[in-house]
């Protein structure tokens, strides 16, 4: 067995391995969990509080705009409604890219090992 067979076949195991990890992953609420685990826990519900501000704000605002008599009254609100839209889906941005991240270094500690112990077998 020369050695490109050797790295085929380690390949191949690692990739069965890997293969039955994946399958193993959380969904999304378990990746919604993951990111309350991290180093930015504490911004984490910072920005959930903020997210639950806006959501209040924006219910809020939109239904003054459709009450309000005058047309001032519903351009103030609804300039206000879509504020604090904004504001949401922005902090919600920010969330799922912390949650990608985490999802990511994940990926990359796993490749990580995969590396080491790929090449300790190959030394081997």
Do not use: C
Request: aromatic share 12%; hydrophobic share 50%; no cysteine.
């Amino acid at each position: 067995m020369n050695i490109d067979e050797r790295i085929k076949k380690e390949l191949e195991s690692e990739s069965a391995k890997l293969d039955e990890i994946l399958a193993e992953e959380p969904g999304l609420f378990g990746r919604v969990a993951s990111i309350f685990k991290g180093s930015l826990k504490i911004w984490v519900i910072f920005v959930n509080v903020f997210v639950m501000f806006f959501t209040v704000i924006m219910i809020w605002m939109g239904y003054e705009f459709f009450v309000a008599m005058s047309t001032d009254d519903r351009i103030f609100y609804g300039v206000i409604a879509l504020a604090a839209l904004k504001a949401q889906v922005s902090l919600k941005e920010w969330l799922f890219s912390e949650m990608r991240r985490s999802s990511l270094m994940r990926e990359i500690k796993r490749l990580e090992l995969s590396i080491e112990h790929l090449q300790a077998s190959i030394k081997s």
